[in-house]
């Protein structure tokens, strides 16, 4: 038998529909008596019966690690069809097919945690605490190898496995020459380290950042909440301490030329580029970056190039902050016919085997403390030592909320006019950032 995803039904149909189902199998029951042999999978794991097929969508083809999908069918009897979307518009496309009554995928696959209380609104994916219950229930080793947070990040709307983190990566050569050392204590130290650079290579560019806009703020957010600007949901104080440190702090790099002169108009490709290409020193980014920058011939670690933890502290008093993970969060969706087998697909993709799988292709650290821990964590990512590790345990989830999308916008506006030296006076840029962040 081939089973088809059921769309969600619209709320204010789901009673007439709920009620017609529980009188099409009382019919079914009394047709077939007590034949159960259309079961697909047992507790314990067992495949018996018709196959269930479970569709997946995703935006990266790692997080599905080579051999996953055979797994699948061999142990549950689960046909685990992938559907990889290379734009980063899930939500959008999944908005759009349940307005269109279009069926939808039984599960999301290692979305961004901050858009999860969006999907939640849209009523694509919903609570998932019998899910965590069932989980800790049935394989309790397994699920007691998984951090807290992966179940708080999102309180409970799905379950984040891996989270990426963002590290400033520098050029060692570069350093030596300037004896800057690292770790940074503060932002602060960063700043001073930028000054040290510059001077031993004038017409080098210290930090290189993009800020163009569509490209997201992920180096602002991470100092925002580095430096201590508190948030509120997804909207960050730009008018406190630690948001207005954060202003200064940029408006200063650009005017004293530590940062690109153009890096409003920067990509990502721009930014990676000056930095792999020798012409700048450091580059804030994700740690799974590293696994680029360590395939480019001649580009050596840990000889021409390294990484750091970025600070958790600006320097004056009232800096003080916290490191940010930028989690991934897997989810079943809504009114899906089969949610047990698409919860068993999340449990096997949380298992350590399947996470040194994903992250050898190019996925990020896993919240699996096994795997963590593990020497095959420490083989695919040499680099990732204590102090990396450390900063990665501690981080905290990215500030989150329905408006995320529209938040991500106005803060790109407000980075451009920043890093670009347009604008200096941030009593002002913070007062008039911060009046469309509220109204969002």
């Given amino acids: 038998m081939t089973f088809r995803v059921r769309r969600r039904a619209k709320p204010e149909l789901r009673t007439l529909r709920v009620v017609a189902l529980l009188l099409v199998m009382a019919l079914v029951a009394a047709a077939c008596g007590d034949d159960d042999s259309s079961d697909t999978t047992t507790g314990d794991g ?28 061999s ?12 734009n980063d518009d899930i939500l959008q496309q999944l ?37 965590q219950s069932e989980f800790e229930a049935e ?36 350093f030596d020459e300037a004896g800057v050392t690292v770790p940074f204590a503060t932002f602060d130290d960063v700043l001073a380290g930028m000054r040290a650079l510059k001077a031993a290579r004038p017409d080098g560019i210290p930090l290189t950042v993009q800020a163009k806009a569509g490209d997201g703020v992920t180096t602002l957010k991470t100092m925002l909440a580095g430096a201590g600007a508190p948030f509120d949901g997804a909207v960050p104080d730009l008018t406190s301490t630690g948001g207005m440190y954060t202003c200064q702090w940029w408006v200063d790099a650009a005017s004293e030329g530590l940062t690109p002169p153009d890096a409003v108009a920067w990509g990502e490709d721009e930014s990676r580029g000056a930095f ?13 970056t590293a ?24 320097g004056p008093a009232g800096t003080e902050g916290v490191a940010l993970a930028a989690a991934r969060t897997w989810g079943i969706i809504e009114g899906t016919e089969h949610p047990y087998e698409a919860g ?42 204590e102090d990396l590790k450390n900063a990665y345990l501690a981080a905290i989830p990215q500030p989150a909320g329905e408006n995320a999308g529209e938040v991500e ?17 941030c009593s002002e840029l913070t007062s008039r950032y911060q009046a469309e962040l509220d109204a969002a």
């Fill in 344 to 385: 068993l697909v999340i449990r096997a993709i949380a298992e350590t085997k399947w996470l040194v799988g994903q992250a050898s292709e190019g996925g990020v650290p896993a919240r699996n403390t096994e795997f963590i821990n593990s020497s095959d964590a420490l083989e695919i990512w040499p680099f990732f030592n």
């Fill in 409 to 425: 916008g106005i803060l790109e506006q407000f980075f451009g006019e920043i890093v670009s030296g347009a604008s200096s006076d």
């Fill in 95 to 131: 908005q759009t097919r349940l307005d269109a009554g279009q069926d939808l995928p039984d599960l999301l696959g290692a979305e961004d945690s901050f858009l999860m209380p969006a999907f939640e609104e849209s009523g694509l994916v919903g609570d998932h605490s019998a899910f």
């Fill in 276 to 288: 792999t290409g020798g012409n700048a020193a450091m580059i804030l980014d994700g740690f799974t």
């Fill in 291 to 314: 696994g680029d920058f360590n395939e480019i011939p001649g580009f050596d670690y840990p000889a021409q190039w390294n990484l750091t933890p970025a600070p958790v502290a600006g």
């Fill in 46 to 73: 067992g495949a018996t019966g018709d196959p269930v097929t479970i569709e997946l969508i995703l935006t990266r083809p790692y997080y599905v690690a080579t051999g996953f999908v055979e797994e699948m069918k």
């Fill in 139 to 174: 394989d309790p080793d397994l699920y007691n190898l998984l951090q807290d947070v992966a179940w708080t990040e999102t309180d409970g709307i799905g379950v984040s496995i891996t989270a990426n983190f963002d590290a400033f990566y520098y050029n060692q050569e570069w």
């Fill in 75 to 86: 142990r549950y009897n689960i046909d685990l069809v992938v559907d990889v979307q290379s």
